[in-house]
């Protein structure tokens, strides 16, 4: 992969598209076309609840179609048509977050009940880590396009996705790890909206890890609170080696 340049934060749409690909790859691989066929009908759910939103006036263009989920930029054709159309019919539009999260948690949904508790929330969560990973990955990219090694102080500073007021945080920094505690996370808000806290929290459990140890392999993410649980996500990020080792970076 090049050299990364621009520096602004990565897009949801983007972010999406790259969730949807890992989903895709493990779920095929471990159970086949019918692995699929699960995925797309978690996909369906979605597209079904769009239409009881708007009562059913709908055009293409503005579903988010299982065949649209791997490419960034119908992901935001379809995000743009039905944030408009929501507001001319007087709803509150869905942010690309909410969006996110119903399309994993529905996924998550569908798999589990076909092939029960352990396999499918195994497949949920190595997706997730698989995405995690390249998450991190490009986020040591990031520091090192700006001439910065991939040690814990150049983490947070490089992070790929973008922050908004539908999350709120605090991070300090201390001598020997940084510590994050997020008190509002726009996922988990709509995981908890739509009841869907038990397929949320597969996400939950491996995300912010496995960015980490893409973004250098002795990083380290212990997360002993979680939104969906205890009411605040709490993070320690720490490098298992004392001297930060740098890990080279691909460019």
């Known amino acids: 992969m090049g050299e990364i340049t621009n520096l ?10 790259k969730l949807m690909t890992h989903i895709v790859d493990i779920v095929t691989t ?7 066929a699960s995925i797309q009908a978690g996909v369906q759910q979605v597209v079904d609840e769009q239409s009881t939103e708007l ?18 930029g119908k992901i935001e054709t379809a995000f743009l048509a039905y944030s408009e159309a929501q507001k001319q019919a007087g709803k509150e539009p869905w942010t690309m977050f909410a969006i ?3 399309l994993f948690a529905q996924i998550a949904k569908a798999i589990v009940e076909r092939y029960g508790k352990e396999e499918g929330e195994k497949a949920m969560m190595d997706s997730v880590g698989a995405f995690g990973e390249e998450r991190g990955r490009d986020i040591a990219r990031r520091a090192a396009a700006v001439g910065k090694p991939n040690t814990m102080d150049h983490y ?3 992070y790929d996705m973008g922050r908004s007021d539908l999350f709120e945080y605090e991070t300090l920094f201390h001598p020997t790890e940084i510590e994050q505690t997020f008190t509002k996370c726009a996922f988990a808000e709509q995981w908890k909206k739509d009841g869907m806290e038990d397929f ?22 212990i ?19 004392e001297d930060e080792t740098k890990v080279e970076v691909s460019r």
Request: aromatic letters at 14%; hydrophobic letters at 35%.
């Open 8 to 17: 602004t934060p990565v897009t949801m749409y983007t972010i999406t598209a």
């Open 30 to 36: 471990r159970f086949g076309e019918e692995g699929k």
């Open 55 to 72: 009562n059913g006036q709908l055009t293409e263009n503005m579903l988010f179609s299982f065949d649209k989920l791997f490419d960034d």
């Open 100 to 102: 996110m999260a119903k």
């Open 156 to 158: 947070l500073s490089n």
């Open 200 to 221: 949320g929290i597969l996400y939950c459990h491996m995300i912010d890890p496995s960015i980490a140890k893409g973004f250098n392999p002795n990083f380290e993410v």
């Open 223 to 241: 997360h002993d609170q979680y939104v969906l649980k205890e009411g605040v996500c709490h993070f320690r990020f720490q490098m298992k080696e």
